[in-house]
């Protein structure tokens, strides 16, 4: 059979299946949302400030729509950023590049398997903490009827819907980080580097998106791309925040990785 | 017949103002255990990272059984080998690591681990991470996930630097009986005699440049034959030798005496005459062979340094 982007894939998903790191992204994103439940149960507040914080003791399905929002400030592009910052740089570490060069797939097709295995595990993470999140949710709290941003009651099953289509909309921003960890792993050459350096970048479109003056900004702001989920949760459905998020997260995401993926095509491989 | 293994015409590499590279001629026939000689950083790792694709030439061109390794990895079918340490995933065991290479390799390699992992003695520690391999067992896993390919050109470089004694025999027992299967090999080294052991043509590369690239056998003639020369009177020899037609490059052994070259024996028959006749009798006159070593570092560190060498063996050789 002959060797391609499936094969390179493949084999990232394996490598990733064989490194730590991976564990300790899925495992932060697996306890966060128990360890937020206890928090609630034990608690017995809830986060007025943010959307259905009011409602985490009503139904357990608002839970993990608080913790889209409160992950979105570190945790998850933390656990995106573990895996995209490492993912072409973890190559420069083990200097292995050289190696997998010089076998029989192309470039580009080494690059394309790495964008697609970081951004897998990105949607795996992601998807792993709603799933948790629910679970524990509706264990802490039932299987009730959500209030809509809008405050229209609809029933569980519905709201269930919701919150798993909430999870695909928060995919967006998510992988648009994932595109940016995938540049600096490739810039850099330095896991450490590309890590801290996507989760800077993140933190840092956040302290834009606050301070006076820049409002005009923040609709084309990754950062506000988090929230887009919520146009969902109105009634009549918001689609303008949701189309808005599509294309600003391709803004980000499309440059960065062909700009990732340029400079992987044509460096000299002479270090590693 | 069809394009040599390896054909690399005018290969410059510069970084900045560095020319690591400098107008590189090389040619690689099919069947050859080829040298790439050279001391440390004088551009062999770089001129066979150009050769596997790795980096961009800065000008000149690299052809691998005629194709062109810039434009398509598929120049490299048939090809196979590493550059400085051969390097792997330390957290997946050798067995996966030789696993992984056969998939990227694409082809029927995965149905030979086993038997490379045999001609490399690794088979009963295939399943240990390669993080608790030693630095010689991570050369002959380099050397097993080369063997994958069922390569008809090898490229290594420097494959024995860092083992023990018995590693390096080991591994030039490999390479040696990897030739005679009918692999075309290029080694490069810095060490002489693994080149005078394995090879039969070389290549000597100096500051980035080749200096000469030959078979052994014409490295040796072009050596020539040095004399070894003691008198009762060596200051009068020395005038002598100088005057005479035919003897070169006199210069003073250690811990005393002189050696010269001459072209034939003639020559140094009548330099016994002249001597005898100018009242500095021969007490010493022993032709010697010079050895590639001594050729090696006149081409590369220049005359001084091989003089220097020659002036060390004299010493070690001289009666006591």
Request: overall charge negative.
């Amino acid at each position: 059979m002959k060797a391609g982007v499936l094969t390179v894939y493949r084999w990232e998903l394996r490598k990733l299946i064989a490194q730590r790191r991976t564990y300790l992204g899925l495992g932060a994103a697996a306890a966060v949302p128990i360890m937020f439940v206890i928090a609630v149960v034990t608690g017995g507040g809830h986060p007025d400030e943010v959307a259905f914080g009011r409602y985490i003791h009503d139904t357990g399905l608002a839970i993990p729509l608080v913790l889209l929002l409160f992950g979105s400030i570190w945790l998850f592009p933390l656990i995106t950023a573990l895996v995209a910052g490492d993912i072409v740089s973890s190559e420069d570490r083990n200097a292995t590049l050289k190696m997998i060069l010089t076998r029989s797939v192309e470039r580009h097709q080494v690059f394309a398997g790495k964008a697609l295995a970081a951004a897998t595990y990105a949607v795996v993470a992601i998807m792993l903490a709603g799933v948790v999140a629910t679970g524990a949710g509706v264990l802490a709290s039932g299987f009730n009827s959500v209030t809509t941003l809008s405050g229209t009651v609809i029933s569980a099953p519905h709201g269930l819907l919701l919150v798993g289509a909430s999870l695909l909309v928060y995919m967006l921003p998510i992988l648009a980080i994932a595109g940016i960890g995938l540049l600096f792993s490739t810039v850099f050459r330095n896991s450490g580097a590309a890590i801290v350096g996507t989760l800077m970048f993140s933190l840092l479109l956040q302290l834009v998106a606050i301070l006076p003056g820049l409002s005009g900004l923040h609709p084309y702001l990754l950062s506000t791309q988090f929230s887009a989920w919520q146009g969902l949760l109105r009634t009549p459905t918001d689609w303008d925040p949701i189309l808005r998020s599509v294309w600003v997260c391709a803004l980000y995401a499309v440059p960065a990785v062909l700009a990732a993926g340029l400079v992987f095509l044509r460096r000299d491989v002479a270090e590693s | 017949m069809g394009a040599p293994p390896i054909e690399v015409r005018g290969l410059v590499k510069q970084y900045g103002e560095i020319v690591a590279v400098n107008d590189v001629d090389l040619t690689v026939e099919q069947g050859d255990i080829f040298g790439y000689l050279g001391p440390n950083g004088a551009g062999k790792t770089t001129s066979l990272r150009m050769m596997l694709g790795l980096i961009r030439p800065t000008a000149g061109s690299v052809r691998i059984f005629g194709r062109d390794p810039q434009v398509s990895v598929g120049a490299l079918e048939g090809v196979a080998g590493f550059v400085e340490a051969p390097t792997f995933y330390p957290y997946m065991s050798g067995r996966a690591n030789l696993e992984l290479y056969a998939a990227f390799d694409g082809g029927d390699g995965a149905g030979r681990i086993d038997q490379v992992l045999e001609t490399v003695d690794l088979r009963d520690r295939a399943k240990d991470k390669v993080k608790g391999y030693s630095h010689g067992m991570r050369q002959r896993l380099g050397i097993a996930s080369a063997l994958l390919r069922s390569p008809r050109l090898l490229l290594l470089d420097e494959p024995t630097t860092g083992l023990d004694p018995a590693g390096m025999r080991d591994m030039r027992e490999l390479i040696r009986d990897l030739g005679e299967r009918g692999i075309t090999v290029l080694l490069s080294s810095h060490l002489m005699p693994e080149v005078e052991e394995l090879c039969n043509r070389v290549a000597i590369v100096r500051s980035g440049s080749v200096a000469y690239e030959g078979s052994l056998d014409e490295l040796r003639a072009r050596a020539g034959i040095s004399y070894r020369l003691r008198t009762t009177d060596d200051s009068i020899a020395r005038r002598v030798c100088e005057a005479q037609a035919g003897i070169e490059d006199v210069a003073e052994a250690r811990p005393s005496g002189l050696h010269f070259k001459a072209p034939g024996e003639a020559a140094v028959a009548s330099l016994s005459l002249a001597l005898a006749e100018s009242r500095a009798p021969v007490i010493e006159l022993t032709p010697r062979q010079a050895s590639l070593e001594q050729v090696f570092l006149q081409l590369t560190e220049g005359e001084d340094r091989a003089a220097e060498m020659a002036a060390a063996a004299d010493e070690i050789e001289a009666p006591a």
